[in-house]
């Protein structure tokens, strides 16, 4: 990859960086830390990753984190796995996601919007009210520190309510969406055995109601450790046998009590996809997502109480998680329950106009579908307060940005952004002070000593290797629930380079500090000993407007050959004739590479994903290798069954 210096498509202008809390931070912690006072960002990263005891400790005393015992030291033992951070410390992370209430008390810490398109605000008071009633309930049912609550919820203010009530009382959260079926949610719950079950009647999406009161049922018949379950009537149904009604969990007006925790507590569990066994169960701790959370929201997204936080998530996805981390910068969190494109293709950007959002956040796979379907946000909407549009889930295409800077304005901030489920944070991605290139992340996030390094763990510049991080993070899992002797926690990460945490993303640093994510490296392409990452193929290929969506696959064959075929779902009226079959070649030759040209294009019905959104590339691969779909993929972690089914034919005919 040439290491030239192309123009910015985006450069912050003198006042936005002299405004940018970022640069406030650097300036206090060159005075009180040693910090480097010139240099900007790069100096900065490299102090933080230099200095790691030292940096944490600014960003705790920067962020006024309240600690209610001291801790000894910043960093204890910090080998990976196992690393401990601020031992003898204790703390509770919904008090610190309350604390804007004594300041901004009338004001909304929520905005809660549905398909109506309603706004209706929740304010710091009475969120701060409902925590402190629901807590009180939890404990008078026997709650305790370390218990498991579990959530079967959509994107709504109950469910900010029952997590921070959660961590106050110390117990465990973890949710679930509920367009998940019950085998799904059955895979997750059962793992860490709740005690108190918050659930919806159903929900409403794409202009439907959608009845969930059968699946809550079987939940409950599946989940003996169950002591209680919560009816939020979503639907307005009456609550179920022995089930506590929401209103009457919080009504009343008491002060939240916060169970003061050590720092390494945990907090919530997340989970994996899951798409080829059980969900991996990610614990992550209260102290060290409070931490993680504060540097990455207030200082990476440059949030503070001016500003309105939209992300399109459910509560299925560790971006959820994040998105209510915004309450402890004292910003307002949105939360929009909902269908992405309902009514039109554009209704994201209503939203944010709507909510007067200032960040933004959304997928790439919902940018390049508004880019595809000739939705003009600026055109259509006011998005004057929106200073910056944030993508992950996948590398946004290089067309993704050129479209948000044409179409929504061209001096807007472009956050593409990437991390992961496993640390709840991103490994790199926004930097208010830098400049944008396009197809790039901005950098490596502050603290986070990322590395792309070759098999033998030699690092590279300029080339794709495999992304790693050499010193720990706080928002690393403090474990896997159910896995006693830590073995499947090291074999996740830990396995390919000791004690170094390999992500499993194939990635290329530029001599330019910007970052660039090829996608995973487990689905890698390798032909003739070039390897190249899906996601190329998927920005050079689905440009095409004939094509909606592709799936490539490189299969090893039992014969040592190589078979790489690309799926493409076409777009409605296109025809896959010689004419698109060699367009699509040339543009893979022209654009990558001829190695990379697959052998075969075929047509499906459909790409399959995960419940959360993300291209099936390791099952799909099993099937084409005749491991039978049974195996092959956990049925309960994917959207569409049957769309597999049309691999495994494939395969079958090929045998």
């Known amino acids: 990859m040439p290491t030239v210096n192309p123009q910015p498509l985006w450069q912050p202008d003198p006042e936005r960086i002299a405004q940018a809390q970022i640069t406030t931070f650097q300036s206090w912690a060159a005075h009180h830390h040693g910090a480097p006072a010139d240099g900007g960002y790069p100096a900065l990263h490299r102090w933080s990753v230099d200095h790691l005891d030292t940096f944490w400790e600014a960003v705790v005393q920067w962020f006024d984190v309240r600690f209610s015992t001291p801790y000894a030291r910043v960093l204890g033992d910090r080998a990976m796995p196992g690393a401990q951070w601020f031992p003898g410390a204790t703390l509770n992370y919904a008090e610190h996601a309350l604390r804007a209430t004594a300041t901004r008390a009338d004001e909304p810490a929520l ?170 169960a990610i614990v992550q701790s209260q102290g060290g997502i409070l931490v993680e959370h504060l540097k990455q929201l207030g200082l990476h997204c440059d949030l503070g109480p001016q500003d309105r936080f939209f992300w399109y998530t459910s509560t299925g996805w560790m971006m959820w998680n994040f998105l209510v981390s915004g309450l402890l910068t004292g910003t307002t969190v949105v939360l929009y329950d909902g269908s992405p494109g309902h009514p039109d293709t554009g209704a994201q950007w209503r939203i944010a106009e709507r909510t007067g959002a200032t960040l933004y956040g959304t997928s790439a796979a919902y940018v390049m579908a508004c880019r595809k379907a000739g939705v003009r946000p600026a055109r259509d909407h006011d998005l004057s307060q929106v200073r910056c549009v944030a993508t992950t889930g996948s590398p946004l295409p290089p067309d993704g940005f050129r479209w948000l800077h044409d179409e929504v304005r061209d001096d807007l901030w472009i956050a593409s952004v990437s991390g992961g489920t496993d640390v709840c944070s991103c490994f790199a991605g926004a930097v208010p002070t830098l400049p944008v290139h396009i197809g790039e992340l901005q950098a490596p996030c502050l603290a986070t000593d990322l590395h792309s390094w070759d098999p033998a763990g030699n690092p590279l510049i300029d080339e794709v290797g495999e992304l790693v991080v050499t010193s720990p993070m706080p928002s690393m899992p403090i474990r896997f629930w159910n896995d006693p002797d830590g073995s499947r926690y090291h074999d996740s990460y830990f396995d390919m380079y000791p004690g170094v945490w390999r992500h499993g993303d194939w990635i290329t640093l530029t001599s330019r500090g910007s970052v660039i994510i090829h996608g995973r490296s487990d689905s890698t392409l390798n032909r003739q000993g070039v390897r190249m990452g899906s996601a190329d193929i998927y920005e050079a290929v689905e440009r095409l407007p004939e094509i909606r969506e592709s799936l490539v696959i490189g299969v090893e064959q039992p014969d040592g050959g190589y078979w790489m075929p690309l799926f493409v779902h076409l777009a409605p009226g296109a025809v896959l004739d010689d004419t698109l079959l060699a367009r699509i070649k040339h543009t893979i030759r022209e654009q990558l590479s001829p190695r990379h040209v697959p052998d075969e294009v075929i047509e499906v019905p459909g790409i399959p994903h995960t419940l959360t959104g993300k291209r099936l590339e390791v099952p799909v691969k099993r099937l ?18 049957d769309l597999l089914r049309t691999y495994e034919e494939l395969a079958r005919t090929r045998r």
């Open 111 to 280: 905005l809660y919007v549905d398909e109506t398109h309603e706004l209706r605000p929740v304010t710091w008071t009475e969120l701060r009210r409902q925590v402190g009633s629901l807590a009180a309930e939890l404990r008078s049912l026997g709650v305790r520190p370390g218990d498991r609550v579990s959530g079967y919820l959509p994107n709504i203010p109950q469910a900010v309510v029952a997590l921070l009530a959660t961590a106050a009382v110390g117990a465990v959260w973890t949710s679930c969406a509920p367009d998940f079926g019950a085998r799904s949610v059955l895979d997750r719950f059962q793992q860490v055995e709740p005690v108190v079950l918050f659930t919806v009647d159903g929900y409403r999406y794409g202009g439907k109601e959608h009845d969930r009161r059968e699946t809550v049922a079987e939940l409950r018949r599946e989940l003996p450790t169950l002591r209680a379950v919560v009816h939020i009537p979503l639907l307005g149904t009456e609550p179920p046998e022995d089930a506590l009604n929401w209103s009457d969990l919080t009504s009343t007006d008491t002060e939240p009590v916060f169970e003061q925790v050590p720092f390494e507590h945990p907090l919530w569990v997340l989970y994996s996809s899951g798409t080829t066994g059980l969900p991996k």
């Open 624 to 641: 084409l290798q005749g491991t039978p779909l049974e195996k092959a993929v956990n049925p309960g972690s994917i959207d569409n069954l």
